[in-house]
């Protein structure tokens, strides 16, 4: 009788166990830009959020990681989640080489960023432009989950 009892009883911990493990999000995410095409006047590419392409990215051109006219160097960044101001939910970037303020967020075109990354659903490299970009960072926002203390690697690929 105590031996069946026992038996019972770890397989209910089990059960609860597991099913606590599969409800709870993940406390870290990996974000990828993979840098695809290169232009005059952009890098496009896509953003790949836990080995799964969600959407595009567009970056300015590569210029000596100018403040303002270049987009950052390639590398691995910590990030973490913003809802303040104005852009509303986005990804801010950490220890990003002479640059402050780098982040991933909702825009068309690079005229629309001063080296941060922007994200769409559709793209067009001859227009420099990414559309669908509230839709993308919707996506982007469901797969991390709302935890705003979530630890985010972000890792930008060679150009």
């Not at 993979?34 to 959407?55: H, N, P, T, W």
Request: hydrophobic share 35%; net charge neutral; proline share 3%.
């Amino acid at each position: 009788m105590k031996s069946s009892l026992l038996k019972t009883t770890l397989l209910l911990v089990c059960a609860a166990l597991c099913t606590a493990e599969q409800t709870q999000p993940n406390s870290s995410s990996k974000i990828e830009i993979q840098r695809k095409a290169v232009s005059g006047q952009c890098i496009m590419g896509y953003l790949v959020l836990d080995g799964e392409v969600l959407c595009y990215s567009l970056e300015l051109p590569w210029v000596g990681n100018i403040n303002g006219l270049s987009t950052i160097p390639d590398g691995r960044y910590t990030g973490f989640v913003r809802e303040d101001g104005s852009k509303g939910w986005r990804i801010e970037l950490e220890n990003v080489p002479n640059r402050t303020n780098i982040q991933i967020h909702i825009g068309n075109y690079t005229s629309e960023t001063i080296g941060c990354t922007l994200v769409g659903m559709r793209a067009d490299l001859d227009q420099c432009a990414v559309f669908e970009s509230k839709k993308a960072m919707d996506a982007i926002k469901d797969k991390i989950g709302p935890l705003l203390n979530k630890n985010i690697e972000v890792a930008y690929s060679k150009i």
